[in-house]
């Protein structure tokens, strides 16, 4: 069973930072497909980026240019830089695992991860 914990999430004003963290038992950190993702109450959860076991990566075309993915494989554990924030940044914010995906180009398709964080809230105000 994975075990994801995120957190890091606040309330910032637009423009601010906020620098979002998931540790994850070592079996997934090191064998899987690791991804953030964001649900607004009532829309639906999109990807936010994904990176794969060779490193690959994918952005959501909102996230291009402001936030960035990386991870510290001695702490198992996966970040999200975000920068340069908006309120309709404004979200539940997720980790998400799966040990592959059948292509990249689902790697942000909530549909292909099985295991979840608890999710931490991101709150910016205008």
């Known amino acids: 069973q994975a075990l994801l914990v995120e957190s890091g999430g606040g309330s910032v004003q637009s423009g601010g930072s906020l620098k979002l963290s998931c540790v994850a038992s070592?079996?997934?950190?090191?064998?899987?497909?690791m991804a953030w993702f964001r649900q607004v109450q009532g829309k639906e959860r999109e990807g936010v980026v994904a990176?794969?076991?060779?490193?690959?990566?994918a952005y959501a075309e909102f996230a291009k240019g402001r936030f960035t993915v990386s991870q510290d494989n001695a702490k198992n554990t996966l970040y999200l830089q975000m920068d340069s924030l908006q309120p309709e940044d404004t979200a539940m914010y997720y980790c998400?695992?799966?040990?592959?995906?059948?292509?990249?180009?689902?790697?942000?398709?909530?549909?292909?991860?099985?295991?979840w964080g608890q999710g931490t809230q991101v709150t910016v105000s205008s």
């Open positions: 990176i794969d076991k060779d490193g690959y990566t």
């Open positions: 070592e079996s997934v950190f090191r064998g899987y497909v």
């Open positions: 998400a695992t799966v040990h592959a995906v059948y292509a990249r180009q689902g790697l942000l398709h909530r549909e292909e991860y099985n295991y």
